[in-house]
């Protein structure tokens, strides 16, 4: 049996959203596996506990760039929010977002390796580190090369969406693109939604509902039901349109004669575990070494 201790409690409240004792509870029944007992708190507490994917725990920059008929977004990384303000970061990452469209780097170490500023990225990167004092990483890009439309959207620097359309009315795309920012769907259609994504949904409905006592029968409906439930949720033609949830998106767009082929979507740190440093415990820890001097 795994040891839980207090700071693995409090993770998975920070990430729930949970009371402790039932954090407490869930991390005793999973062994201390984290990702279990996130999952065993949303079969027994629902939504309530799937506040992860809210919380950014990593600081940086989402920039974006467009033109020639390219569109490119680039996520940029950082220790703390005071650099991600910083305007040489800013700048040096509206610099990469543009080397991705024009130059079209098969992966990050690539467009490391591509010139800028008389060097390379990564030198003026080193040399930002350098000056700053702090890391700085580029986490990673999306590039669309199309005839289409291109629109984005970058709702601060935290969020960046970029959408590929066809269709005369320019604020509709814009609008569908402030759409995938607030709502932040995972696919373009249910059909598209990630396989491994419906299983995890799937796995928590079948716990979810064997907790009922219904008949099998029963049990078996209420899974599906809450999959399809899932599935139109996170699907973008499915949402209700923010500007008017009296419709989906896909009749407003039916409606405005445009059609979406295809989007991407960055939230700055999505999916990266921030360090949470005990500043009271550094503090003590030093004055125990001065003292010791």
């Given at each position: 049996m795994a040891a839980i201790t207090a700071s693995m409690v409090a993770e998975l409240r920070a990430k729930t959203d949970a009371p402790m004792m039932e954090c407490k509870k869930a991390l005793t029944e999973s062994d201390g596996d984290m990702a279990r007992a996130e999952e065993l708190l949303r079969v027994k507490l629902g939504n309530k506990a799937s506040k992860a994917a809210a919380r950014v725990t990593a600081e940086g920059v989402v920039a974006s760039f467009i033109g020639g008929g390219v569109g490119a977004l680039a996520e940029l990384n950082c220790e703390t929010d005071f650099v991600a303000k910083n305007d040489d970061f800013i700048a040096f990452s509206k610099k990469v977002a543009e080397l991705v469209a024009t130059q079209n780097p098969a992966d990050v170490a690539a467009l490391s390796a591509l010139p800028l500023d008389g060097s390379s990225v990564d030198a003026v990167r080193t040399a930002l580190v350098g000056k700053i004092g702090e890391n700085i990483s580029i986490r990673r890009f999306s590039r669309f090369d199309t005839t289409r439309k291109l629109t984005s959207y970058l709702h601060g620097t935290r969020i960046g969406v970029l959408v590929e359309y066809d269709g005369a009315d320019e604020q509709v795309g814009k609008d569908v693109a402030m759409h995938i920012a607030a709502m932040k769907p995972v696919s373009l259609s249910s059909a598209d939604v990630p396989d491994e994504l419906i299983a995890k949904e799937r796995s928590i409905a079948e716990q979810k509902a064997a907790e009922s006592g219904k008949p099998a029968e029963i049990v078996a409906k209420m899974v599906e039901g809450s999959v399809q439930k899932y599935l139109k949720e996170v699907s973008l033609l499915n949402q209700p349109f923010v500007?008017?949830?009296k419709q989906t998106v896909e009749h407003m767009?039916?409606?405005?004669?445009?059609?979406?082929?295809?989007?991407?979507?960055?939230?700055?740190?999505?999916?990266?575990?921030?360090?949470?440093?005990?500043?009271?415990?550094?503090?003590?820890?030093?004055?125990?070494?001065?003292?010791?001097?």
């Amino acid at each position: 049996m795994a040891a839980i201790t207090a700071s693995m409690v409090a993770e998975l409240r920070a990430k729930t959203d949970a009371p402790m004792m039932e954090c407490k509870k869930a991390l005793t029944e999973s062994d201390g596996d984290m990702a279990r007992a996130e999952e065993l708190l949303r079969v027994k507490l629902g939504n309530k506990a799937s506040k992860a994917a809210a919380r950014v725990t990593a600081e940086g920059v989402v920039a974006s760039f467009i033109g020639g008929g390219v569109g490119a977004l680039a996520e940029l990384n950082c220790e703390t929010d005071f650099v991600a303000k910083n305007d040489d970061f800013i700048a040096f990452s509206k610099k990469v977002a543009e080397l991705v469209a024009t130059q079209n780097p098969a992966d990050v170490a690539a467009l490391s390796a591509l010139p800028l500023d008389g060097s390379s990225v990564d030198a003026v990167r080193t040399a930002l580190v350098g000056k700053i004092g702090e890391n700085i990483s580029i986490r990673r890009f999306s590039r669309f090369d199309t005839t289409r439309k291109l629109t984005s959207y970058l709702h601060g620097t935290r969020i960046g969406v970029l959408v590929e359309y066809d269709g005369a009315d320019e604020q509709v795309g814009k609008d569908v693109a402030m759409h995938i920012a607030a709502m932040k769907p995972v696919s373009l259609s249910s059909a598209d939604v990630p396989d491994e994504l419906i299983a995890k949904e799937r796995s928590i409905a079948e716990q979810k509902a064997a907790e009922s006592g219904k008949p099998a029968e029963i049990v078996a409906k209420m899974v599906e039901g809450s999959v399809q439930k899932y599935l139109k949720e996170v699907s973008l033609l499915n949402q209700p349109f923010v500007k008017n949830d009296k419709q989906t998106v896909e009749h407003m767009l039916k409606a405005a004669n445009t059609t979406v082929q295809r989007f991407v979507l960055f939230v700055v740190g999505e999916g990266i575990e921030k360090r949470q440093d005990d500043f009271a415990a550094e503090v003590a820890a030093q004055v125990a070494a001065a003292q010791k001097q």
